[in-house]
């Protein structure tokens, strides 16, 4: 490939987002982040530029204001040669039970509109004839669970929409795509939480396999941290007789 | 990243002495900084907690600054960069050192953050020559407890800048600041190798080469006798691009960080750090630095200038009841019989740090900067029963020598003690009456010594 490589961030206000633009910084591509809080994405993008004196921009988007999705990848300085969607709310699962409107939002968040906007991504770099499309799922989308089950099962939906789209992109061979389970991540979003130290890992982790993933050793489906795979192969494996009355 | 705690948590610092409680906050931006000090009081701003006693650990609230870790711009004209308090000097360096810059003073580990080394006014093995972080600090922004903001440097609010460099977070919380990097040919350091056979041989050898950049004598405090205060005498310059053909034309002009490597298991017995494995491991260490007398050699800006980051968690072999860094300054004049006196003491009591640090000290950079010109000597001491009794006696020497403690390692020494170390003090508590600093801010360190 010539010339310099680009990547956007949707969600480029978030701890993932930033330390996957960071990582791609690192080795020379030019970043656009995009996110709903422009100063917020506007701080993140400064700092990718100065620690890496790479060319940073930022767009803002809503993502929930999907019939603008195609009027944003039109106005992008540049198509990118990876979009990685780290777009993500966990919500509060109790609230949403009796709010819809909240369970709705929780639901489009993490579902509805990236997998709208990640299927135009996959058009215009078909089109194209290159790029790769990471979508940030979660290990919540594995198994429905009372802690968060509309998050987990909007997460799923995400992962089928991913898996789906990188079936149908398969055969053609020019554009790919990954699924990225982050288990627990220190971050803003899990700030509140106390998390299993063996199983919670830092943003950079997530943006270091996300790189590796993407550029140096291609793969469609990744678990961070590695061992959250046997993990959820196991919660997966219970039987929903006994499954349902753990709380896990 | 620490949680946000409002709950409450001990606290301590890098000397796991004294672990005190305390609310701690985790504001995500500068904004949210100056939020979270207007709504508290009792409150200090905490960087990356490598003070190693009480500094900052809030009278009742502590904002820790590790949220405030972006970058914000860098002109490499004018070599100028601004980044928010809770970035650290190693951040700086790995995006830096590759591309030609490092930091004109940097202590010794670079698990620092800027805004603690501004109010530390954190000083390196250059001070007698180039002076403390203040000195590379063009300007910072300081949130006050009222919560306004005031943009603070050498021509704007210049008596606030003064009073927060070496200030202990008392005139209020550090939300960015703009530093002045140094354009440098490698990131090697070229260095030299002086064995000294005893106390007035090291600062012969320091006194001698003041025109040195780096320079810093390790001593062996079990030596004793005529061998008291042995010592390896290390002098450096940064390596300049026909050093490095010289020296080692096969390496990278640029080395990238080392990462670390070992680190100390949390449990780590304390039995193991006894006069004979001590003395075993200094005698391995001045054989091996011996070795290489009146050569010079390459090293790399890494283990040069931060030999302990390489094992994180060090603090740990001091077990759980902590330690205790001791470290003081005595006036030029004062020096030889008084740090000698002192060293004597150390050696017979024996529990001591198997290594001590010497170095040199030009003026400081405001009121209340540790430096003054003359000899400050760093030493480790694990917390036992007698220990305090004994430092008060180390203290007692210093006081009479017109020297003082660095508040950054301070977790213990009296009032007195400080108030005779630090004739600053009074500019500081004028300040802090000005800002209402007085009634809202305080650390530990700040109620016990009556700041």
Redesign the interface.
């Known amino acids: 490939m010539t010339g310099t490589r680009s990547i956007l961030v949707i969600g480029g206000s978030s701890d993932i987002g930033h330390a996957t633009a960071l990582r791609y910084a690192k080795e020379g591509w030019r970043v656009m982040l995009a996110a709903r809080d422009f100063e917020a994405a506007r701080r993140n993008a400064d700092d990718i530029g100065t620690r890496s004196g790479v060319e940073t921009s930022v767009q803002a988007l809503d993502v929930l204001q999907t019939a603008q999705l195609a009027g944003f990848i039109a106005a992008l300085p540049v198509l990118p040669d990876s979009v990685v969607c780290v777009v993500g709310e966990l919500g509060d699962q109790p609230r949403a039970q009796t709010d819809p409107e909240l369970a709705t939002t929780i639901m489009r968040t993490n579902f509805e509109a990236p997998s709208l906007l990640l299927e135009r991504f996959a058009q215009a770099f078909e089109k194209r004839g290159s790029g790769t499309i990471v979508g940030v799922s979660s290990v919540a989308g594995d198994r429905g669970r009372a802690s968060n089950y509309y998050y987990g099962a909007a997460k799923a939906g995400f992962s089928q929409f991913l898996s789906g789209l990188r079936n149908r992109l398969a055969l053609a061979g020019k554009v790919r795509v990954i699924t990225v389970k982050p288990g627990f991540v220190r971050t803003k979003m899990t700030a509140h939480m106390k998390l299993p130290a063996p199983l919670t890992v830092d943003p950079d982790r997530v943006a270091e396999d996300i790189f590796r993933a993407d550029v140096t050793k291609p793969r469609d489906v990744i678990y961070v941290a590695r061992r959250f795979q046997l993990v959820m192969a196991v919660i997966c494996a219970l039987p929903e007789a006994i499954f349902k009355r753990m709380r896990i | 990243?620490a949680?946000?705690s409002p709950e409450g948590i001990g606290l301590s610092g890098w000397g796991n002495y004294p672990k005190v409680p305390t609310d701690l906050l985790?504001p995500?931006?500068p904004a949210g900084a100056r939020d979270q000090l207007l709504a508290r009081t009792g409150v200090i701003a905490r960087g990356a907690g490598r003070a190693y006693g009480d500094a900052a650990i809030g009278a009742q609230s502590t904002i820790s600054s590790r949220g405030l870790n972006?970058?914000?711009?860098?002109d490499a004209a004018t070599a100028q960069?601004?980044?928010e308090a809770g970035v650290t000097i190693a951040?700086i360096l790995a995006?830096f050192e590759p591309?030609g810059f490092f930091l004109q003073v940097v202590p010794g580990t670079k698990f620092v953050t800027v805004g603690g080394a501004i109010a530390a006014d954190v000083h390196g093995k250059n001070h007698h020559r180039d002076g403390g972080f203040g000195t590379i600090v063009e300007s910072f922004r300081l949130a006050l407890p009222g919560g306004e903001i005031v943009t603070c440097s050498r021509s704007e609010n210049a008596a606030l800048f003064a009073a927060t460099l070496g200030g202990m977070g008392l005139t209020g919380m550090i939300l960015d600041a703009t530093l002045r990097l140094l354009p440098i040919e490698t990131g090697w350091l070229r260095q030299d190798t002086r064995v000294a056979s005893n106390l007035d041989a090291a600062i012969d050898q320091l006194e001698g080469s003041a025109s040195t950049t780096y320079s810093v004598a390790w001593i062996d405090c079990l030596a004793r006798g005529t061998a008291l205060g042995r010592s390896l005498v290390y002098l450096a310059e940064h390596a300049t691009r026909r050093d490095k053909d010289r020296l080692g034309p096969d390496l990278e002009p640029f080395p990238r960080p080392r990462y670390q490597r070992l680190s100390v298991p949390e449990l780590f017995p304390g039995w193991l750090l006894n006069r004979a494995s001590m003395r075993a491991f200094n005698e391995l260490y001045f054989r091996r630095g011996a070795a290489h007398q009146d050569e010079q050699r390459l090293v790399h800006w890494d283990p040069y200038f931060f030999p302990l980051d390489a094992i994180a968690d060090w603090n740990r072999i001091y077990g759980r009841r902590g330690f205790v860094q001791y470290q003081c300054v005595i006036p030029q004049g004062r020096a030889r019989p008084v740090l000698a006196e002192m060293l004597d003491r150390v050696s017979r009591r024996g529990d001591a740090s198997f290594l001590a640090v010497l170095k040199q000290l030009g003026e400081g950079g405001g009121p209340m900067s540790f430096p003054l010109r003359g000899y400050t000597l760093t030493m480790d001491f694990p917390v036992t029963a007698t220990l305090f009794a004994f430092l008060d006696q180390l203290d007692a020497l210093v006081v009479e020598a017109g020297g003082r403690l660095y508040l950054a390692k301070d977790a213990r020494q009296s009032r007195t003690t400080f108030e005779s170390g630090y004739p600053g003090l009074a500019v500081l508590r004028d300040i802090r009456q000005q800002t209402g600093a007085n009634t809202r801010l305080a650390s530990h360190l700040s109620a016990r010594l009556g700041i």
């Open positions: 990243m949680a946000s985790a995500q931006t972006r970058m914000r711009s860098f960069l601004t980044v951040d995006a591309r």
